[in-house]
């Protein structure tokens, strides 16, 4: 079974920080890998979208990147700002027809002023 | 921009008492997803349905669980009867489900049970 673990599980930092989340995984046939973000008590918003054929992909101040081979991915957050408090999810995809996400515990991060 | 959308968006209930939550996937997406989320924990599969047919339940709890997706289009879970350990965000997932292999999931703002 797929294991997904984010290090850390939380992190506190002041505003304009570079800050960079973890996420490492057991089995590396995977199809692709997401990054999503998740407000208290709300649903999930995706951010980035890694196919397994590639290493990285950037969105705004968001870059993530991918090495499949030692099952690891980060998510670099540029600049951070209080608005990007929140829970970050990662999740693998193995790309078969069920097409099931495996999902980490999250890294809890708060921006403060 | 088109969204999932789920109801309710809480539910406090009894233990024993039976609760359904509502799914309504966004419009042409084949694919629906229900995950359970318990606090401070990632999203785990429960059932996913490929038009109405269900292609994956192997961690849905069948002895009080049961998901349904008569037209094809949206969708009910259902619990009966509730335990204290349902108490969960349950969050509806979306996919175009066009491709015969994995897409992006497009989330709901989930359900939050809590079973008392």
């Known amino acids: 079974k797929q294991e997904v673990t984010q290090i850390p599980a939380a992190l506190s930092v002041p505003e304009g920080e570079n800050l960079v989340l973890n996420c490492s995984f057991t089995d590396s046939a995977i199809y692709n890998l997401q990054w999503f973000r998740q407000d208290p008590g709300k649903g999930l918003t995706s951010l980035l979208l890694i196919q397994s054929s590639q290493r990285e992909q950037t969105s705004g101040r968001l870059n993530a990147s991918l090495d499949k081979s030692s099952g690891r991915s980060t998510l670099y957050i540029a600049a951070s700002q209080p608005g990007d408090s929140a829970t970050y999810l990662c999740?693998?995809?193995?790309?078969?027809?069920?097409?099931?996400?495996?999902f980490g515990r999250g890294t809890q991060l708060t921006v403060w002023p | 921009e088109a969204e999932v959308a789920q109801s309710p968006r809480y539910k406090i209930t009894e233990k024993s008492q039976a609760v359904a939550f509502w799914c309504d996937p966004i419009s042409g997406h084949a694919t629906l997803y229900w995950y359970r989320q318990i606090l401070g924990q990632g999203p785990e599969l429960l059932v996913q349905f490929q038009d109405e047919s269900v292609v994956d339940d192997s961690q849905l709890p069948k002895d009080r669980f049961s998901a349904e997706r008569l037209k094809g289009v949206d969708s009910t879970l259902k619990i009966q009867p509730a335990e204290l350990g349902d108490s969960a965000m349950y969050l509806c997932?979306?996919?175009?489900?066009?491709?015969?292999?994995?897409?992006?999931?497009?989330f709901g703002p989930g359900t939050r049970l809590l079973v008392l």
């Open positions: 997932a979306s996919s175009l489900g066009t491709s015969g292999i994995s897409e992006t999931q497009y």
């Open positions: 999740a693998v995809d193995r790309g078969s027809t069920l097409g099931r996400l495996y």
